[in-house]
């Protein structure tokens, strides 16, 4: 098998991460996976912002978990409202996509860039995990001033991101695949 196949299928979402934080070299090469990822008309508008900050770490921690409770989804709401869950999973490292609002395939944009960054850190032996909750932050009423303590460019939002640390735990099983889902036409 390939060496991009064998990455591919040893992938896994870490939720596990020893504090040390990951060098500068090896968050550039994979955030320079994440700018190489097709995009709509080679438009090239996403944004990266990379938070090492444990005070800003934590301070979206606690406003994705505040909005979430209020939403209308009992998982979520019982997540956000325990004390002990960090959305992050302490991991020492976030990066953030974001985009353009209302600017269309932008969300896949920001997709395509997360799942590079993603191989690109397993390659490496770096553990990542796709963060979506962090979103939660920037609904109701701090979005915008949430977003400015970001640094993100104006009219952008964040439309992901990943956490990003070295391994304290390496998943073994074996990753299943449901059936059913591919059909043939022609």
């Avoid at 963060?131 to 970001?150: P, S």
């Amino acid at each position: 098998m390939n060496e991009t196949l064998q990455t591919i299928r040893q992938r896994r979402s870490i939720r596990k991460f020893k504090s040390e934080q990951v060098p500068d070299a090896v968050i550039e090469t994979i955030l320079e996976a994440g700018r190489l990822a097709p995009c709509a008309l080679n438009r090239q508008e996403r944004h990266f912002t990379v938070v090492r900050s444990k005070k800003i770490l934590d301070f979206l921690n606690r406003e994705a978990k505040a909005f979430a409770v209020s939403l209308n989804n009992r998982f979520l709401s019982l997540m956000a409202q325990s004390e002990n869950y960090n959305i992050f999973h302490a991991a020492p490292l976030i990066v953030v996509v974001s985009g353009p609002a209302n600017r269309s395939m932008v969300e896949s944009d920001c997709a395509a860039s997360i799942q590079n960054m993603l191989l690109a850190a397993e390659s490496l032996r770096i553990g990542a995990c796709w963060i979506n909750f962090v979103l939660y932050a920037f609904h109701g009423a701090n979005a915008i001033e949430n977003a400015a303590k970001l640094g993100l460019p104006a009219g952008y939002l964040p439309y992901g991101s990943i956490a990003v640390g070295f391994k304290d735990d390496e998943p073994v099983e074996e990753r299943a695949i449901k059936g059913n889902t591919v059909n043939y036409l022609g």
